[in-house]
């Protein structure tokens, strides 16, 4: 069954740290661009970072020198590691995989995971 399964999300003081895992049971994850969105309460969804098949990253000017996105192709799973959390930093984060076949462009997502940093 293709599923990105996010896990690693909880409760946190502000300055901690907290690493989001996304497995993903699909078959395309090797060719895929990863990424990692938030949706706050009352707010759009963002993206937080993103990493292409090849490695290459970026990131949301918020979080940058804060969070680190990594993929290991080898378990399909890509990593959010984020340090000095802040209490805006506070949302569901979601796992997005991109990816293009035959020209058309796809985009599939996990359930999310909560994560709450408190003040």
């Excluded at 290459?56 to 590691?81: C, E, M, P, W």
Aim: proline share 2%.
């Amino acid at each position: 069954q293709d599923q990105l399964v996010e896990s690693g999300g909880g409760l946190v003081q502000a300055g901690g740290s907290l690493r989001l895992s996304c497995v993903d049971s699909g078959s395309t994850f090797s060719v895929a661009a990863m990424g990692w969105y938030r949706q706050a309460p009352g707010k759009q969804r963002e993206l937080v970072a993103r990493i292409s098949r090849a490695g290459n990253t970026n990131y949301a000017d918020s979080v940058k020198g804060r969070f680190t996105i990594s993929r290991d192709n080898a378990r399909n799973t890509v990593y959010l590691q984020m340090n000095r959390l802040k209490p805006e930093d506070t949302a569901v984060y979601y796992c997005n995989r991109h990816w293009w076949y035959l020209g058309v462009e796809y985009d599939y997502w996990g359930q999310g995971t909560q994560v709450t940093v408190s003040s």
